[in-house]
């Protein structure tokens, strides 16, 4: 390792080499768009209302399972905690997979607003 020092920091920065994990080159300002509110709140809707939908009928599904399971460990009383449970494990996957889904969508329109800013 070589060192490299700046004004205020002593930092040690490993050759840089070629290899399949060399940083890339691009700079955030050269990749840098522009996206307007009108393409951001349809990505943003998009994203919402996929990830309701697949939470809800994976929170129903999970939670109901959860029931079952809590009725025949004989512990009915707990099913209402055992489905909240399931239900959280499944709004993060379900939005994950929501927000997948919208970005493929409009990555098309997101695209075309960096290649053309206006």
Do not use: C
Not at 7 to 23: C, K
Not at 45 to 65: D, E, I, N, Q, T
């Amino acid at each position: 390792m070589e060192a490299k020092t700046t004004s205020h920091l002593h930092v040690r920065v490993p050759h840089q080499g070629q290899g399949p994990y060399a940083p890339p080159r691009a700079h955030v300002k050269d990749k840098a768009a522009t996206i307007r509110w009108p393409t951001a709140l349809s990505v943003w809707w998009s994203a919402a209302w996929r990830g309701g939908l697949y939470g809800l009928l994976g929170g129903f599904v999970l939670g109901a399972v959860a029931g079952v399971i809590a009725a025949v460990l004989g512990v009915p009383e707990k099913a209402n905690f055992y489905g909240t449970i399931a239900g959280y494990a499944a709004a993060l996957p379900a939005s994950m997979l929501g927000l997948k889904q919208a970005l493929s969508k409009h990555l098309a329109s997101l695209a075309a607003a960096q290649a053309n800013p206006a």
